[in-house]
């Protein structure tokens, strides 16, 4: 045990030095050091070119990187994220484009909304699958309104799964226009709208 110990020790003390040296080598030191070669240097050749050469010291004009704008559509309202909402939740409840969503508010990656965050809703319709609809904050957008085909009562040890089993309806779709925000809880005595 203890010459394995040993011989492991050696094997990471031989690694760390290794990478130190690599780390903190000086720079320009590499395979070719000691090779006492000149960088070849191009020569210039009279070829005939149909363009004319660019003689004296003008410089070339480079494109100078810019921020991109944030685009400004018409702000519908303002949403503060609740926890376990996404951005895909509050587009379904306004009828907006979620990514339309990020891009107004500046948020790079649309996973990463917090709650008590303030975001502008802006102007853009967008048709969404079906999913989790979070709850309105304000009267903005157009969200389509549902066409009840039925009203289901719910029993004592249903769930929405068996119910969209039942009537053919995918459960998410009866989620979205009954604004549940978490499938596995639903109460006895509640009435759902089935599209």
Known sequence: MKKQFSTLSRRWIGLALLLAALFFAPAGYGLAQGMNEETPTPTATSVSSPLPTPTGSASIPTATPSVTPIPTWGILGYHTVQSGETLFCIGRAYGVDPYAIASQNGILSPNLIRPGQRLAIPNVPRQLPPGQVCPRQFNGGTPIPPNCR???????????????????????AIAEVNHILNLNYIRAGQVLCIP
């Open 150 to 172: 039925w009203y289901h009562t719910v029993a004592w040890g249903d769930n929405l799964y068996r119910i969209s089993l039942h009537y053919g309806v995918s459960m998410w």
